[in-house]
């Protein structure tokens, strides 16, 4: 038996330049970066890495980065269906520039959204003054923290769904009307099962580019210990502090938690693909 | 009696699916209010506060923040760094997806999941990566301080960061296109004794221009307006290490709001033009995905 290729012939050139750039590229720009963090954390005491990890502040970070990721991910899971839908389904004046519009968070650099969300949502700013009315404070408490990282998240909820909402079958839809269905019975049994595992995916995508977030958040957070600081600016603080091996310790936490969750959602995803596939047969 | 008739009918056309009725046209106005309610108040309101407060004080006062010799040195750093992190992420972008998208190969997939390892991970992390580097206490510290090499709070930390942030860009727009489109063509230039370069350059290139440009818009956007990962390797020494997204912090904490919002109107100009040009990049029939 031959041994397996390690490439499979072609008459193309220029795989050898272009592996050879690629992986070398790779290795000095990620492989060795991502290998210093390792040594760097490994290289702590393990009472020391517990100590930093498990600090109240730490934790606090923790609890206001993850949470507010998770709200803003659910919110966005509500309004970007609604967006989704509305830009797919729906024809109105003016669709093609809100769709384009969609992606600007995603262009805008976060120190920009940043200053800008503050600015609106302060006791003084435009739509700030009405929520204070209310009694509702936004800016420097964690409602302002989830509306920056709901911003962040949006695109990626949408840009998600959209395909997903056009791949639901409409003549399925017609169908189980002219058989007597209602509107609600139509969307949670033929809408919904459709765009489950996009809605996940985008929540996914969503949460945890929301937990990552620096830039747009601490201008509207306040960044009071223990009440609104996120994890990633606790992590700069250290930095600053010239303590890399407690940086290293809560971002090596902070990866190990993303990946959990990620894993957590893919299993979800593929138990809901299953399930899908076992319901239709 | 004709009316009873009437509204009969209309019952029963209302019956059938896909037909207007009161409740379907109510629910669609509905959620096109939400919708935009929802993206006016996270998008446009300061979308337009950039721009009211930035002209605030006139166009003079605009201008006059211009005129800073750190503001001059913040745009100057942006550009410089925006200026080599560009072209090597498009050389990086156009060698990985040939090498990627062209040939089919053992650990393909790990080099795929390198190359989306900086859009999952926070700018911060990515930054404090290359401080544990090549900071004071990190690895090679002490070696160059030793032979006088600055990296961190210096350009060449903030081109590798950038670095860091925007590769995946170019690529992820390439590979996918370049998959999509096979290899047909190409297979074809080459057995009939066109060279390499010839076939990369008349076959190739023509094919996924539209989806290197946006490629290279979405990347050069991305250097020039990164924040997280710049602000941990820059060290914030004005007028030196400055980059424009951290004046802007800069000068919002002191107070100076209209400077603050000016050097923001300039950045958001700058992802105004990238949606423009990603748009007709689209409409020219080129898809992303």
Sequence with gaps: MPAERFRQPSVLPGFGLTFGFTTFFLSALVLLPLAALALMAGSMHWSDFVRVVLSARALGSYRLSFGASFLAATTNLAFGFVIAWTLVRYQFPGRKAVDALIDMPFALPTAVSGIALTSVFAANGWIGRYLAAFGIQVAYTWIGVTVALTLIGMPFMVRTLQPAIAEVQRDLEDAAETLGAGRLYVFRRIVLPTVLPAMLTGFTLAFARAVGEYGSVIFIAGNLPMKT??????????????????????????????????????LIHSWGRRRLVATAH | MALGVRLAAREELATRPGRDTLLTVGLRWLLIAVSLAFLAALLLAPLATVFVTAFSHGLG???????DPDTRSAIRLTLVSAAVVVPLNTLFGLAASWCIAKFEFRGKSFL??????????????????????????????HWLQDHNISIIFALPGIIIAEMFVTFPYVARELIPLMQQLGNDEEEAAITMGAGAWMTFFRVTLPK??????????????????????????????????????????????????????????????????????????????????
């Design chain 1, 229 to 266: 600081e996120i994890t990633p600016l606790l992590i700069v603080i250290h930095l600053q502090e010239f303590d890399y091996r407690g940086a290293a310790a809560l971002g090596s936490v902070m990866l190990v938690i993303s990946f959990v969750v990620l894993l957590t959602i893919n």
């Design chain 2, 61 to 67: 006062a605009y201008l006059d923040t211009f005129d």
């Design chain 2, 112 to 141: 795929l999941t390198l190359i989306d390892l900086p859009l999952a991970v926070s700018p911060v992390i990515s930054g404090m990566l290359f401080v544990l580097l090549f900071g004071l206490q990190g690895w090679f510290g």
């Design chain 2, 208 to 289: 996924v221009r539209w989806g290197l440009i946006y490629g290279v818009i979405l990347c050069n956007a991305r250097a020039m307006g990164e924040f997280g990962a710049v602000s941990v390797v820059s060290g914030h020494i004005r007028g030196l290490t400055d980059t424009m997204p951290l004046h802007i912090e800069i000068l919002y904490n002191e107070y100076n709001f209209v400077g603050a919002f000016a050097v923001a109107s300039l950045l958001t100009l700058l992802a105004v033009l990238t949606l423009v040009i990603k748009t007709s990049v689209e409409r020219t029939g080129y898809k992303r995905r």
